[in-house]
């Protein structure tokens, strides 16, 4: 069983900053992609940045400049530093884990945790 703990959500005026934070653990082997998804009301999950093991970071269009994802890979948890917040960044964020091994692949997604940024 592999467990994924988010923190580090809430409401935040616009230009304010968040810092969200997701643990994992369990039976975890090398985790090779981490990443924060959003879903906003009505619309379909998407990814809003993700991190691999050596580093290469990948962020979507809206956010560049604005978010900055990293991971520490001993405690296994993953960051994504949200500043100068929009209300169009309102949504819950849920934290992604992958990995293969031995030709299996795993993914596990956190419950989410809520951004709501006011205008």
């Known amino acids: 069983q592999v467990q994924l703990v988010e923190s580090g959500g809430g409401l935040v005026q616009a230009g304010g900053s968040l810092r969200l934070s997701c643990a994992a653990s369990g039976s975890i082997f090398s985790i090779n992609t981490m990443g924060w998804y959003r879903q906003a009301p009505e619309k379909l999950r998407e990814l809003v940045a993700s991190?691999?093991?050596?580093?290469?970071?990948n962020y979507a269009d809206s956010v560049k400049g604005r978010f900055t994802i990293s991971r520490d890979n001993a405690k296994n948890t993953v960051y994504l530093q949200m500043n100068s917040l929009k209300p169009e960044d309102t949504g819950v964020y849920y934290c992604?884990?992958?990995?293969?091994?031995?030709?299996?692949?795993?993914?596990?997604w956190g419950q989410g945790t809520q951004v709501t940024v006011s205008s």
């Open positions: 992604n884990i992958n990995w293969v091994a031995f030709s299996t692949a795993y993914n596990y």
């Open positions: 991190i691999t093991s050596d580093g290469s970071t």
